[in-house]
C-alpha cells in the first residue's frame, strides 16, 4: 500500500474521483458553474447519507441521555439578536487596493507565516501584510457579518428581513422548554439537531472544506453548571472514539485548545478538532463550553423562564450550563474520503485505487457482476441484485472484462464483488471478493444475505 507523493496532487486526485464517479459535482455547472458550491452525486448522496445516519444512530438513538429534533432554517430574527450572532458573528475583510482581492485577515496571518492562533488581529498587525496575490496593499480590516439575509414577502424592507441560520444550535435553545416539557428529560441531557446552516464566507474553498452552503450535526448537552469540566471531556473523547470508527486517520487527526481573542463570543473554553488536510492542518469540528450564554439571553431577550427545576428540590430552578459538539457533515465526509483514498501497487507494476471506507459508510455494500452478458448469466445475476436491494444497496455491472470492474468497484470502495460466473449455474454459488485482501471465496447463493449481514 502507498500513498501518493504529493499532498497537492492527492487532493487533485480526489476532486477528479469525485467528480468521476458521482461523489461530487460543481454546483451549477452546465451555466459555468456558481463559485464555491458543490453538488453530491449518486455515491455522494448516498456516502452523506450513512454519514449522517451513523451519527444519529452514535449521538442520540444509542444514548438514554439524548433526543433529537428538525428546527428551521428561518427564525425570529430576534433569535440571532439574542444570540450575538447580529452584533459579533464577524469576520476580518481586507481588500487588495490594487487587484482588489478580499482576504480575511486572520488567515492571510497565516498566509506570511505569523501564527495567528490567539493573536487578535488588529488594523496595525494587519497593515503589515499584503496582498499575497499580487503585494499591493491592503486596506485596514473591516468586520464583516458572516449571515445571509433574505426577505419574507414582496417588499424587500428591512422589517421584513430574516436571516439564513448560520448554525442549527440556536433552534435548540429556544426550543429547550419544548423538549423539556415533553420528553421530561433530567440533567445531564442533550438535544441534537442535523440540518444545513449558511455563512457569507469571504474566502470560501479547498472543494468542500469551506463553502456557503453547508450542513452541521450539532449537540447541546445541558448540565448542573458544577459538571461542565466532566461532560466536556467526555464528549471530547466520545468525538474522538466516532472518528475512529467512521475511518478518519487517527494520526491526522489533533486537539487545538483555542486560546484568547480566537475564542468565540459565546466560549468559555474551545477545543477544534483539527485534520490534516492537503492544503494544511484546519479545523475538521469543535468542541465548546456555551456556559448559560444561550438560554440567559433568550430569556432576557423574549421575556420567558428558560430554567431547569431540580428533581429532588422543587425549589431550586437554575439555568443549565452547554457544552456542545459542533461537526461539519462535509468537512467530515471530506476527511473520511481523504482518509479512505489509497492507492496499492499490484504484482506486475500496476497500481490500484481504493477507497477503503469502512463497510457501514461504503455507498454500495456489494455488487453483483455477472461474468458475462450473455441471458444464462445475465438474467440470474439481475435477479439476485434485486433480491439482494431488498436488504443491502447493492450495486450491478456487466460490462467490461471482470478486472476492470473489480478496479471499478475497488475505487468506489465497494466492499464485496459477487461474481456469478458458469459453475454458479451447476454449484449455486457465486465467487465472493474482498474489496481490501483481494481473497476470493466460494458462497451459496441462498446464504448471500447472511454473509454480507455478519461480514459488513
Ligand atoms: P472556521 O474557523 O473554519 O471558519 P468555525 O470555527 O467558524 O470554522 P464553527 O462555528 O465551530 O466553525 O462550526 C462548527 C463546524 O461546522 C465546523 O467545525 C465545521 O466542521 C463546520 N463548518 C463551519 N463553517 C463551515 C463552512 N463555511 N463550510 C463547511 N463547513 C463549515
Avoid at 501518493?4 to 468521476?20: F, G, H, I, N
Avoid at 468506489?412 to 449455486?428: N, Q, R
Wanted: glycine share 6%; charged share 30%.
Amino acid at each position: 500500500m502507498g500513498k501518493p507523493q504529493s499532498q497537492a496532487e492527492m487532493m487533485e486526485k480526489l476532486v477528479s474521483l469525485s467528480k468521476r464517479r458521482g461523489f461530487i459535482f460543481p454546483g451549477s455547472e452546465i451555466y459555468g458553474g456558481l463559485a464555491n458550491t458543490w453538488d453530491y452525486g449518486p455515491l455522494g448522496a448516498q456516502l452523506k447519507k450513512n454519514l449522517k445516519d451513523h451519527w444519529w444512530k452514535t449521538f442520540v438513538q444509542q444514548r438514554a441521555d439524548m433526543v433529537g429534533i428538525d428546527g428551521g432554517i428561518l427564525m425570529n430574527p430576534k433569535i440571532w439578536e439574542a444570540s450575538g450572532h447580529v452584533e459579533t458573528f464577524h469576520d476580518p475583510l481586507v481588500e487588495c487596493k490594487v487587484c482588489h482581492k478580499r482576504f480575511r485577515a486572520d488567515h492571510l496571518l497565516s498566509v506570511k507565516g505569523i501564527e495567528p492562533q490567539g493573536v487578535h488581529v488588529s488594523p496595525q498587525i494587519e497593515h503589515r501584510a499584503a496582498c499575497p496575490d499580487c503585494d499591493g496593499e491592503l486596506t485596514p480590516p473591516r468586520a464583516f457579518n458572516l449571515m445571509f439575509k433574505t426577505f419574507i414577502g414582496p417588499a424587500e424592507d428591512s422589517t421584513d428581513a430574516v436571516y439564513l441560520r448560520p448554525e442549527t444550535a440556536q433552534a435548540i435553545f429556544v426550543n429547550f422548554m419544548n423538549v423539556l416539557n415533553t420528553t421530561r428529560k433530567r440533567l445531564p441531557f442533550g438535544i441534537a439537531q442535523i440540518g444545513k446552516a449558511f455563512r457569507n464566507e469571504i474566502t470560501p474553498g479547498n472543494f468542500t472544506f469551506r463553502t456557503l452552503e453547508f450542513e452541521q450535526m450539532e449537540v447541546e448537552y445541558f448540565v448542573e453548571p458544577s459538571t461542565w469540566e466532566t461532560a466536556f471531556e467526555g464528549w471530547a473523547a466520545f468525538m474522538e472514539v466516532w472518528a475512529r470508527t467512521i475511518g478518519i486517520d487517527a494520526r491526522r487527526l489533533h486537539r487545538l485548545e483555542v486560546l484568547g481573542d480566537d475564542l468565540a463570543h459565546y466560549s468559555k473554553r474551545t477545543i477544534d478538532f483539527e485534520f490534516d488536510f492537503p492544503f494544511g492542518r484546519s479545523e475538521l469540528w469543535g468542541l465548546a463550553y456555551r456556559t448559560d450564554f444561550d438560554l440567559t439571553n433568550h430569556a432576557k431577550h423574549s421575556g420567558e423562564r428558560l430554567e431547569y427545576t431540580d428533581a429532588s428540590d422543587q425549589s431550586k430552578k437554575f439555568v443549565p450550563h452547554v457544552v456542545e459538539p459542533s461537526l461539519g457533515v462535509d468537512r467530515t465526509m471530506l476527511a473520511v474520503l481523504l482518509s479512505a483514498y489509497d492507492e496499492e501497487a499490484l504484482e506486475g507494476g500496476d497500481t490500484r485505487v481504493v477507497l477503503r471506507f469502512t463497510p457501514e459508510l461504503a455507498p454500495f455494500k456489494a455488487a453483483v457482476l455477472p461474468l458475462s452478458k450473455k441471458p444464462e448469466l445475465a438474467e440470474p445475476s439481475r435477479a439476485l441484485y434485486e433480491r439482494l436491494l431488498k436488504r443491502f444497496p447493492v450495486d450491478y455491472d456487466e460490462t467490461q472484462s471482470i478486472g476492470k470492474r473489480y478496479r471499478r468497484q475497488d475505487e468506489i470502495g465497494t466492499p464485496y464483488c459477487l461474481t456469478f460466473d458458469f459453475d454458479s449455474l451447476i454449484d449455486g454459488a457465486v465467487t465472493v471478493r474482498d474489496r481490501d485482501s483481494m481473497k476470493q471465496e466460494r458462497v451459496k447463493i441462498e446464504d448471500l444475505e447472511n454473509y454480507l449481514e455478519t461480514a459488513l
